[in-house]
Structures are given as structure tokens and as C-alpha cells.
């Protein structure tokens, strides 16, 4: 997250409906403002899509993620080795839903390129990445890999058979845009992975808000729910499954965890503390259904 200095030189711009479902009313969901202080978290009062009050403002948001992976990795190490092992989790559940060979997969957000290389031993991948460091990094160390800048960088005529969000979904700028595009770039059965994905019903999200580990308001737009995701992408998606990864991972301290949320429910003032939990973050896999007879790939969702 930002210190207030390196916020305040970023411009930031307004988000006056909800991103969801368009509506302009809505209710604070923050107990109290942190910095920066021109963003708030705020609900949706018609559909309770949980979302940010104003996002980095459009033509900076290049410049704002350009190096942002190099130096989130320098600074970080030993959360850049639990994240090395959870690729390797996310993956291995990934893969148990695609053939075994021939699959052509797209990675959205992939950084320096270590989530989408799990793949690249069964699978043709393709990978988004805007941060320019991560993805001369990622080409570097990875050349096969496909690499583009952006979603209107990929050939119109492309299709895939998986398209991946891991922890990344929140970070997109026009989520209606990116739902159109999946549902027309994803072949008929082809699944959508949206992983390792902040979880806002979870116990942590409505017990801490702004105080969670996971409430970035810079750089986290939106809070999503299973059902958010299955209103944003549509009647052409059935639900194949959801998890709530934390038992069995790098992040687990279920001892220490579960005191440490039972003091935050016993008492406010406890409400500040960084815990990983049960429900904090969650995997969602969906699947495009296959279409009707004289049906055509190219209908928005």
C-alpha cells in the first residue's frame, strides 16, 4: 500500500455510479477514513457490490504499476516465497479442470510471468501484463510465453479455452468491458478462474473494513462476493465451483489466527491487526455454456 506522500502525487478520478449495476446510490461501508483521504469505501445501496469512491485517474495508470512488481518482490521476499508456493497450489487446481494437452490458456495480470509458467508444460499461454518492468522480466524468463500490454492488444480473432484472474480482477478499470471481452474471446465450455480473489463476505472483510489486510483503496477497486461475479459475467456462465483457500497454505497460523480474530470480535480496538483467515480470499471457476442452435459466440453478456 502507499504511504501518503506517494499518493498524494497520483491523480485520482471520481466513480459516480457503481460499477456493477449502475446505480448512483449508495452508503459509506468505511468506519473511518484513512489515507488517502480522496478515496472511500463505499456500498452499493442497490446491489451491496462493495467499491471505491474514486480510482487512479485513467492516463496515469501505466505510470502508477510501471515497476510495481520488481519492487513489490525486492521489498517483500519472504511474502514473495509463500506467493512461489501458492502459484504452485493455484495451478494444481486449476489444472483439474483442463485437458490434459492442446489447451490454449490467457493469463490476465500475470507479473513477472512465475503463475503462468506453471502451465507452460501442457498448454499454449498468452498473458496480459501492463507494468513494462514485469513484462521484459517475464519475457526474459519465459520465452514462449505470449506476451501483450493490454486486452486490445490480443488479435480479435483469438479464442481460448481457459481465461485466468488470479488476484487480479480487482485491479481492472472497466469490469463491463472485461466481461464482454471474456464472454466473446472464451470458446463454448471453455472455464473462467477467478483466483485467489479478495472474498468481501468473508468475517474479516465486514468485521475490519478499512482496517483489512486486503482493503488496498488504491489499487483494490472492487470487493467482490460469488454472486457479484455471477451478476458481472452473466446467464451465459454456470458455477462449476468455489473455495476458500487457507487451510494448507504458506499463509496458515490457524492457532494464532483464530485468537487473534476471536480478540477482534470481543473488542474493537483489536480491529487493526493483519490477519490471514478462513474466507479472506476464494476461488471462483465458472464455465461458458455451450450455445443454442443458431446462436453466435459474439453476444455481450
Known amino acids: 500500500m502507499l504511504d501518503p506522500s506517494e499518493a498524494a502525487a497520483i491523480a485520482f478520478e471520481p466513480v459516480e455510479r457503481c460499477p456493477l449495476c449502475g446505480s448512483h446510490d449508495r452508503v459509506l461501508f468505511e468506519r473511518e477514513s484513512l489515507p488517502p483521504q480522496q478515496i472511500h469505501l463505499v456500498r452499493c445501496s442497490q446491489c451491496d457490490f462493495i ?16 515497476g510495481y512488481n520488481v ?18 497450489l493455484d495451478a494444481a487446481y486449476a489444472r483439474r479442470f483442463l485437458h490434459p494437452s492442446g489447451t490454449r490458456i490467457l493469463d490476465v495480470g500475470s507479473g513477472t510471468g512465475e503463475f503462468a509458467a506453471q502451465f507452460l508444460d501442457r498448454c499454449e499461454v ?37 481465461i485466468l484472474f488470479r488476484g487480479t ?9 472485461v466481461a464482454n471481452w471474456c464472454c466473446a474471446c472464451l470458446r463454448a465450455g471453455g472455464y473462467l478462474f477467478v ?13 475490519q473494513r478499512e482496517h483489512w489486510m486486503l482493503a488496498n483503496k488504491v489499487e483494490h477497486r472492487y470487493w467482490f462476493t460469488r454472486r457479484h461475479l455471477m451478476r458481472l459475467f452473466g446467464s451465459r456462465f454456470a458455477l462449476v465451483a468455489y473455495d476458500l483457500p487457507y487451510l494448507g497454505t504458506p499463509y496458515e497460523n490457524y492457532s494464532d489466527d483464530v485468537c487473534k480474530v476471536v480478540a477482534m470480535i470481543e473488542s474493537g480496538a483489536a480491529r487493526g491487526e493483519r490477519v490471514p483467515f478462513f474466507g479472506s480470499m476464494m476461488n471462483v471457476v ?16
Open 195 to 207: 483466483l485467489a480473489t479478495p472474498n468481501a463476505e468473508s468475517i474479516l472483510a465486514q468485521l
Open 71 to 88: 519492487a513489490r518482490d525486492a521489498a517483500h521476499g519472504e511474502l514473495r516465497r509463500k506467493r512461489a508456493l501458492m502459484y504452485k
Open 169 to 177: 480482477l480487482q485491479y481492472m478499470p472497466d469490469l463491463r468491458n
Open 51 to 66: 467499491y471505491t469512491s474514486a480510482v487512479v485517474a485513467a492516463g496515469h495508470v501505466a505510470r502508477f504499476y510501471n
Open 286 to 301: 465458472l464455465r461458458k455454456k455451450m450455445m443454442r442452435a443458431g446462436a453466435t459466440d459474439a453476444v455481450a453478456c
Open 126 to 162: 498468452h498473458a496480459i501484463e501492463l507494468d513494462d518492468a514485469a513484462r521484459a522480466a517475464c519475457a526474459q524468463a519465459y520465452p514462449t510465453l505470449r506476451l501483450y500490454s493490454g486486452l486490445d492488444d490480443i488479435p480479435h480473432a483469438a479464442a481460448f479455452d481457459a
